[in-house]
Nanobody, 123 residues
Framework: QVQLVESGGGLVQAGGSLRLSCAAS????MGWFRQAPGKEREFVAG????????YYADSVKGRFTISRDNAKNTVYLQMNSLKPEDTAVYYC????????????????????WGQGTQVTVSS
C-alpha cells in the first residue's frame, strides 16, 4: 500500500507563491490534481519517474512547476503568481504506469491518492 503525504498548503495573497510537497516511496509516475468547492477534481501537473516528461494544465502553464527528487522520495509543485481561482484542495497522486514518453492526465489514470492540502489565494 502506497502512502502519499502532502504538505505545504496554506493561505497566500494573489501574486504570491507556495510550494507543495508529496512524500512517496517507490517507482511511480506522479501527478497533482486539485478540487475546488462544487467542481470536479482536475489535473494540474504530472511528472514521469525519471523527471524527463512533465505536463501541465493550460490554466497553470508558465506559473506552476512540478519536479521530483527521487533520492528524497519527494515530488514538488512550485506555484507562483497565484490567483484566487487557484484556490482548491490539492491532491498528490501516483500510478505504477511508468513511461519515458507519456503520463496520464486523467483522474482514472492514477491509483494512489494523498489526503489533500488546502490552498487558499486571497484577492
Amino acid at each position: 500500500q502506497v502512502q502519499l503525504v502532502e504538505s505545504g498548503g496554506g493561505l497566500v495573497q494573489a501574486g504570491g507563491s507556495l510550494r507543495l510537497s508529496c512524500a512517496a516511496s517507490g517507482r511511480y509516475t506522479m501527478g497533482w490534481f486539485r478540487q475546488a468547492p462544487g467542481k470536479e477534481r482536475e489535473f494540474v501537473a504530472g511528472i514521469t519517474w525519471s523527471g524527463g516528461i512533465t505536463y501541465y494544465a493550460d490554466s497553470v502553464k508558465g506559473r506552476f512547476t512540478i519536479s521530483r527528487d527521487n533520492a528524497k522520495n519527494t515530488v514538488y509543485l512550485q506555484m507562483n503568481s497565484l490567483k484566487p481561482e487557484d484556490t482548491a484542495v490539492y491532491y498528490c497522486a501516483a500510478t505504477t504506469y511508468v513511461s519515458t514518453v507519456a503520463l496520464p492526465t486523467s483522474r482514472n489514470g492514477y491509483t494512489y491518492w494523498g489526503q489533500g492540502t488546502q490552498v487558499t489565494v486571497s484577492s
